[in-house]
């Protein structure tokens, strides 16, 4: 009974360090948009300085999260999203 117990405890904690990090994927990385946002100020800035017009930037594009990332945490929801 007791090997039941510390399997079904390795398990869960195992379960549970993984579904901590594929969280992080149904969000939208800072890192990135920032990148983005630094890169069409930088061709802004390159534009007006030659005399150039830019147009105005097309509509940012919408995150999605990956595929697998949903439908693991749609099986396996973290403990705060169950209680409220």
Do not use: C, W
């Amino acid at each position: 009974m007791d090997g039941i117990l510390l399997y079904t405890g390795i398990f869960s904690a195992t379960v549970a360090a993984f579904l901590v990090e594929s969280y992080k994927l149904l969000k939208p990385d800072p890192g990135e948009i920032s990148a983005r946002i630094l890169l069409q100020a930088t061709k802004q800035l390159a534009a007006v300085s030659n005399g150039i017009h830019l147009p105005a930037s097309a509509a940012e594009e919408t995150f999605r999260p990956k595929r697998y990332a949903v439908h693991v945490n749609i099986r396996h929801p973290p403990q705060s999203r169950m209680t409220s």
